[in-house]
């Protein structure tokens, strides 16, 4: 079936450290993947997607590059600031009739100044 | 920016009583979802609906569950008869029509089954 694998945290880092989270995924055809956030006490934000393999989704200094060789979509981030401290989701979506969001499991960041 | 809303932001209720969250979508949206996130746990999919009709749920959506779009604006689910279990946070999201579309979510319904 259908799945997503995503690293386990608590992840805690200084600021201006780099961050990647790991994320891989097991799905039929071609998925489109995606990165949610979700800061303390708010709702799901969609943080960047790739719709296609090889394309990189990019926000607020974020990056993550759709692997299909790998079937993995790794966020990593240069240099993180104290307000990047939130839960970070990898999702995918098969799309056509099947459109819903498969979640990882959350990866939490705390980052120290 | 558009923005989808959800009310109430948290309900109370005692087990067995019946719940209704209201989600009002992007307006030019086409597809509505629920999902759910259990206090500490992973965000679920309970439900899909399209053209007036659903058009996937998951496994927990059962009978207790069903959705509705009532005019043009809103987007209920209900649940019939609450459970302990049901506890969790309820996310309605909408999006448009293309191929990895983004799905847009809102603020988040907390519901607590007494």
């Known amino acids: 079936g259908n799945s997503v694998t995503q690293m386990e945290g608590p992840v805690t880092l200084s600021e201006e450290a780099f961050l990647t989270i790991n994320c891989t995924y097991t799905a039929t055809g071609y998925p489109s993947l995606f990165w949610y956030v979700q800061y303390p006490g708010e709702g799901l934000q969609l943080l960047l997607k790739a719709t296609k393999a090889d394309d990189k989704g990019s926000n607020k200094g974020f990056e993550a590059t759709y692997r299909k060789e790998t079937t993995s979509f790794h966020l990593e981030k240069g240099s993180v600031q104290v307000s990047d401290s939130a839960v970070y989701f990898c999702a995918l979506s098969r799309g056509g009739n099947n459109r819903k969001l498969i979640w990882g499991l959350g990866t939490s960041l705390a980052v120290n100044p | 920016e558009p923005e989808v809303t959800q009310t109430p932001s948290h309900q109370v209720t005692q087990m067995g009583q019946e719940v209704i969250l209201r989600c009002v979508p992007i307006s030019n949206h086409l597809y509505f979802y629920w999902y759910r996130q259990i206090l500490g746990q992973k965000v679920e999919f309970l439900v899909s609906?399209?053209?007036?009709?659903?058009?996937?749920k998951s496994e927990i959506f059962d009978d207790q569950f069903s959705v509705e779009r009532p005019d043009g604006s809103n987007f209920t689910l209900k649940i019939r008869s609450t459970k302990l279990e049901d506890s969790a946070m309820y996310f309605c999201?909408?999006?448009?029509?293309?191929?990895?579309?983004?799905?847009?979510f809102g603020p988040g319904t907390r519901l607590l089954v007494l």
């Open positions: 609906f399209y053209n007036n009709e659903i058009s996937e």
């Open positions: 999201a909408s999006s448009g029509g293309s191929r990895g579309e983004t799905q847009y």
